[in-house]
C-alpha cells in the first residue's frame, strides 16, 4: 500500500511539475532577443532574417503602428499569463499553433514528420548501449585487474574522450567517401536513399542500416564509459557482501552465488537508466544530427531554436518534459522490480 501511495503522488506531482517547467521556459522566451516581431521587421526592411535586439535601428523607420500590428498578431500584444493560459489550453500546449518558420504547418506536423526518424534512432542507440555495456561491464568485473580489463577499459575511455564532432567528421573522412584513398562504403549523409519507399522489405531495412551504422556508432561510444564502468563497479562490490560469502561458505557455486544473487541486485544502479526507453526518440544528439544531416527531432529543435520558432520548440520541450516526468517514475518502478525489499517511505 505504501509503495501504490508513492506511485499515485508521484503521478499527480507530474501537471504540477510540468506546469512550472513550461511556465518558466516560456516566460524566458519571450525575453530573447531577436524573436517573431524583430524578425518580421528586418524582413519589411529588406534586410533578411538577421537577429537584431529590441530597440534596434529599425525603430525609426517602422511605425509604431506597424509594430503593434506585428505583436498582435503574434500574439504579443497580451499579458503573460493570458498567452500562456492560450497556449497550454485553446492552442493544446502549442501543438495546434501554426509554426513561424513553416507558416502552413502546425507545431506538431512538423514533430510528427521527425518522429519515426528518432524513433528509430533513439530505440536502436538505447538497446544497443546496454545491450554492449551490461555483458561487458560483468566480463570485467569478473575479470578484475586482468589483461582483459585493463585493455577494454582503455579502449571504453578512448572512446570517451573523443568528442562525437570529431568522431564523426573523422568517420565520414574514413568510410564515406569524403577524402581520396579512404573507404567508400556508407552513405554521407541522410535517413535513407531516393527511391526508398519502392524498395522492398530486406532493402528498406540494408538502407536505414547503412545509413544509420555511422551516426548510431558516435552516439552510443560516449555512453559506453559510463554504463559499463556502473555495471562492473556495481557487481563488484555485491561480490564482496556477506550474503555472497555465505552462499559459497555453503557449499554453492561461484556461478550461483553471481548469477543467483549478485547479478539481480548490481542492476538496480543500472535501472535509473530504464525510464530513458519513455525519451528515447529525443536520444539523437544534435551534433550528430547536423553532421550526419539526419532530419531528426534534435535538429529540429535546433532549428526552432535558431529560427526564433517558439510553438515548435515548446512543443518539442512539451514533450520531453512530459516522458522525462515518467520516466523516472519508470525508474522507480524497476528498483521495485528488481529488488522488491526498497521501501521508499524509509
Not at 501504490?4 to 507530474?14: A, E, K, P, Q, S
Not at 564515406?176 to 526508398?196: E, K, N, R, V, Y
Amino acid at each position: 500500500m505504501e509503495r501504490t501511495d508513492y506511485f499515485i503522488r508521484r503521478l499527480l506531482l507530474v501537471v504540477p511539475t510540468f506546469i512550472a517547467i513550461t511556465m518558466l521556459v516560456f516566460l524566458l522566451v519571450q525575453f530573447v532577443p531577436g524573436g517573431p516581431v524583430e524578425q518580421a521587421l528586418m524582413a519589411m526592411k529588406g534586410m533578411g532574417s538577421g537577429e537584431v535586439g529590441q530597440g534596434g535601428g529599425l525603430a525609426g523607420s517602422i511605425s509604431a503602428e506597424q509594430r503593434l500590428a506585428l505583436e498582435k498578431h503574434y500574439g504579443f500584444d497580451k499579458p503573460f499569463y493570458e498567452r500562456y493560459w492560450t497556449w497550454l489550453v485553446h492552442d493544446r500546449i502549442g501543438f495546434t499553433m501554426e509554426s513561424y518558420a513553416f507558416p502552413n504547418k502546425t507545431a506538431w506536423q512538423l514533430i510528427k514528420e521527425r518522429f519515426p526518424v528518432s524513433l528509430i534512432f533513439g530505440i536502436v542507440s538505447f538497446v544497443l548501449s546496454y545491450v554492449v555495456c551490461i555483458p561487458l561491464g560483468i566480463m570485467k568485473a569478473l575479470r578484475h585487474g586482468r589483461p582483459f580489463d585493463l585493455i577494454s577499459s582503455v579502449i571504453v575511455f578512448i572512446g570517451y574522450a573523443i568528442p562525437p564532432l570529431a568522431l564523426g567528421m573523422v568517420l565520414k573522412m574514413l568510410f564515406c567517401g569524403t577524402t581520396t584513398g579512404m573507404w567508400d562504403i556508407f552513405p554521407i549523409a541522410g535517413f535513407h536513399s531516393l527511391g526508398f519507399a519502392q524498395m522492398t522489405g530486406l532493402e528498406k531495412a540494408k538502407d536505414l542500416f547503412m545509413h544509420m551504422f555511422l551516426p548510431v556508432l558516435c552516439y552510443v561510444v560516449g555512453n559506453f564509459a559510463v554504463l559499463t564502468l556502473l555495471m562492473k563497479n556495481s557487481l563488484m562490490e555485491q561480490v564482496g557482501r556477506d550474503y555472497v560469502r555465505t552462499v559459497l561458505a555453503k557449499g554453492g557455486s561461484t556461478g550461483r552465488a553471481i548469477w543467483g544473487h549478485a547479478f539481480r541486485n548490481s542492476l538496480i544502479p543500472i535501472a535509473t537508466g530504464f525510464g530513458g526507453i519513455l525519451t528515447v526518440m529525443f536520444a539523437g544528439s544534435v551534433i550528430i544530427e547536423q553532421i550526419f544531416e539526419i532530419p531528426g527531432m534534435g535538429r529540429l529543435s535546433l532549428e526552432a531554436i535558431v529560427g526564433r520558432d517558439y510553438p515548435v520548440f515548446m512543443g518539442i520541450l512539451s514533450i520531453t518534459s512530459i516522458l522525462g516526468l515518467l520516466g523516472n517514475i519508470l525508474s522507480d518502478l524497476c528498483y521495485v522490480l528488481i529488488d522488491p525489499r526498497i521501501n521508499f517511505q524509509s
